[in-house]
């Protein structure tokens, strides 16, 4: 498909568009990719699951 462009500034334009548009969906797909797979915490780094340990480490510190 070929497509006629005005001057250069519309050229411009649209190639911006189109570049802005392959970032928005590169941008989602590594969003919906990164949401498949998430990355396991590690212990101390807070969180409703490290709430046990954090309290067990600071009682024993508090036994010190």
């Known amino acids: 498909m070929v497509v006629q462009f005005p001057n250069v500034r519309a050229l411009r334009r649209a190639a911006l568009a189109a570049c802005h548009a392959e ?3 590169v941008t989602r797909t590594a969003s919906a990719l990164a949401g498949l797979a998430p990355r ?3 212990p101390g780094r ?3 699951e490290d709430r046990g340990l954090n309290r067990a480490w600071a009682a024993r510190k508090r036994a010190q």
């Open 23 to 25: 970032l928005l969906a």
């Open 40 to 42: 396991k915490k590690s």
């Open 46 to 48: 807070g969180g409703p």
